[in-house]
Nanobody
């Protein structure tokens, strides 16, 4: 069982940056691939980024590649999402998620979800 708690959301102007954090409870944190999804108003939840259990591989959605960076600190049981060059289209609730397994599979299918944190990009 893994419990995930996101933090770091807020409002930022276009072109700005935010860093989201997700603290995980439970054992064997490194045995889970971790990732981020987002859901904008009126839209379906979409994949943003994911990272393998030991942090050796990562994957990004095309919409955020080159602007967002996912990382993890297994000693602190925390995964991060650094978001740069933010755009209004990045406005959404961002969810942290965990999939059982060290490797990053072709399709990231989480077993556990956080409650979400709001990110608003607006001038």
């Amino acid at each position: 069982q893994v419990q995930l708690v996101e933090s770091g959301g807020g409002m930022v102007q276009p072109g700005g940056s935010l860093r989201l954090s997700c603290a995980a409870s439970g054992r064997s944190f490194s045995r889970f691939a971790l990732g981020w999804f987002r859901q904008a108003p009126g839209k379906e939840r979409e994949f943003v980024a994911a990272i393998s259990g030991r942090g050796s591989s990562s994957r990004y959605a095309a919409a955020v590649k080159g602007r967002f960076t996912v990382s993890r600190d297994n000693a602190e049981n925390t995964v991060y999402l650094q978001m740069n060059s933010l755009k209004p289209d990045d406005t959404a609730v961002y969810y942290c998620a965990a999939e059982t397994g060290v490797l990053l599979r072709a399709i990231f299918r989480p077993d556990y979800w956080g409650q979400g944190t709001q990110v608003t990009v607006s001038s």
